[in-house]
């Protein structure tokens, strides 16, 4: 068997545009001797292969010797590393400032300390200009170190000055620190949990939320500290589904870029996903005007050379909106339309799967099955399901739990009762351990086993006075926050009534929405 492997410079190399790997061929003629003709060879091998296959690279390529390969491939990696960094700096303001900030420490290095001092003046003013706090730490420290050892502007409070700027700079990173953690744990606390599943969820989310830092950065005027601000209320209101709160600091969040475009080329992954925090809280509210106005500005910015020319832009903005794109098929009934995007979502979600997390997929495939359900075809709707459920993962532990959910559904929708009978023991076990299990799961799989035990299923009079029954317990839950989660996993009101009036799921929630409008 030949030696197969997910190699991180087979992954680099792949990861190039054109124009990279010609910028690269031209950054080693020009700066490598005759010795270095081998990592081109190295470089072209492996840019042929489709698969990194190490015994078939050393068969194709004699002059490189096993021994060598490893000495080779690390070489070549920091090579392509250094082009992209030259290629890149000016899309980069952190690059460019970290290249003075070397340019100012070789100028000390020399003696020239006048020189360093009025490049670091204009670097302080770079880093000011671009809320690039860390940065200007590293500036003031510089500038410290050439005061204190050479007396070179004698100014008589200079020392009082770089001190008080030292600890402005110093309590600012504190603040931006203390708030970054606390978002980070919010949502790492929904990357785990999913929604807030009880009342037990929401003492722990509160507690987070008592953080003094909250209170601290309140008045800030800083913009990473606002950022953060606006992050940690915005996942505190997804994951209490209080979709006002989301929407309200979803809006905050994507303000702050649009007062400050320049941000949106500095910190371009973070505005997009304010965007599509935006445009969730649109879908979750149910504003149809708001929510295709905010995909329309997606979409706009995507067109942008600040995506079009990062690959992390490009991915990340493939993510949002495609799953944009499909909500607003769920909110408009238009099910089987959504269908047709799947082909082209497949293929570019099969290219950029070894750069996509685990949650990003699995989130995909969930939304898939759901289009497919919606637009009633179950059978391949679990297809999909099955991906999620077989994906050993300790992840999102709500996401695994409503794939079994409508797993079960739809092999109830299909008329498999023994399956139904089998699966439904074993996916009220899984919530259950899973703490997962709120009043709707619980009214939910009290009616499929007294379907199974009556054998209802068969008997039109049986099962439209239960699918009734079932409504009137369930539609009084919609409204309940701790509840109304698996309503938003699945729209299990919109199902049922679509077995009362024998119509499709998708022209029930289209005629709803068109009501609406």
């Not at 020189?115 to 690039?132: F, G, P, S, V, Y």
């Not at 769920?330 to 799947?342: P, V």
Request: charged share 25%; hydrophobic share 40%.
């Amino acid at each position: 068997m030949p030696k197969l492997s997910s190699d991180a410079l087979f992954s680099l190399i792949k990861s190039l545009e054109k124009g990279e790997k010609r910028s690269f061929k031209t950054y080693v003629s020009r700066n490598s001797g005759s010795g270095d003709l081998k990592i081109i060879q190295l470089f072209d091998a492996l840019d042929k292969m489709k698969v990194y296959d190490e015994e078939e690279l050393l068969k194709k390529n004699e002059s490189i010797q096993k021994q060598q390969l490893s000495n080779l491939k690390a070489h070549l990696y920091d090579q392509i590393l250094s082009s992209l960094r030259i290629v890149k700096q000016n899309e980069n303001i952190d690059l460019q400032i970290h290249e003075q900030l070397d340019h100012a420490k070789i100028l000390y290095n020399k003696g020239l300390y006048w020189q360093a001092l009025r490049l670091l003046d204009k670097i302080k003013t770079i880093t000011k200009q671009n809320n690039q706090v860390t940065y200007l730490l590293q500036v003031l420290f510089l500038e410290k170190k050439i005061e204190s050892l050479h007396i070179t502007r004698s100014m008589k409070d200079r020392a009082e000055q770089l001190s008080k700027e030292i600890d402005e700079v110093n309590e600012r990173l504190d603040l931006i620190a203390k708030i970054s953690n606390l978002s980070l744990q919010l949502y790492s606390w929904y990357i785990q949990h999913g929604h807030a599943r009880n009342e037990e969820d929401r003492i722990q989310l509160e507690a987070l939320m008592q953080d003094p830092i909250i209170e601290r950065v309140k008045h800030s005027k800083g913009f990473y500290e606002r950022l953060y601000r606006y992050q940690c209320y915005c996942w505190y209101g997804f994951i209490l589904q209080d979709f006002l709160i989301y929407y309200r600091y979803g809006q905050k969040w994507v303000d702050l870029f649009e007062a400050d475009s320049n941000m949106q080329q500095i910190e371009s992954a973070q505005y997009i996903k304010g965007l599509h925090n935006l445009i969730n809280a649109h879908f979750d509210l149910r504003n149809t005007d708001k929510l295709c106005s905010s995909i329309n500005k997606l979409e706009a910015f995507i067109e942008t050379p600040i995506v079009q020319n990062n690959n992390n832009n490009l991915i990340q903005s493939f993510v949002y909106l495609y799953i944009a794109k499909i909500n607003q098929h769920f909110l408009q009934g238009t099910f089987s339309e959504g269908l047709k995007m799947i082909p082209t979502m497949e293929a570019q979600l099969k290219e950029l799967e070894p750069f996509l997390d685990s949650h990003r997929v699995l989130t995909f495939y969930y939304k898939i099955a759901c289009l497919y359900f919606g637009a009633g075809e179950a059978s391949t709707a679990i297809d999909y399901l099955n991906r999620i459920i077989n994906w050993k993962l300790n992840l999102r532990d709500d996401l695994q739990c409503y794939a079994r959910l409508l797993h079960l559904i739809a092999h109830f929708e299909l008329g498999n009762m023994d399956t139904v009978a089998y699966l439904s023991k074993s996916v009220y076990r899984f919530m259950a351990k899973m703490n997962n299990l709120s009043t709707v799961e619980e009214v939910l799989f009290l009616f499929i086993k007294e379907r199974i035990q009556s054998g209802a299923i068969h008997q039109p009079q049986q099962i439209t006075k239960a699918f009734e029954n079932l409504i009137e317990k369930l539609k009084p839950l919609e409204s309940n926050k701790l509840e109304s989660r698996a309503f938003m996993y699945l729209d299990i009101i919109s199902w049922l009534e679509s077995k009362l009036e024998n119509k499709d799921v998708q022209s029930i929630i289209k005629e709803k929405f068109l009501l609406k409008k």
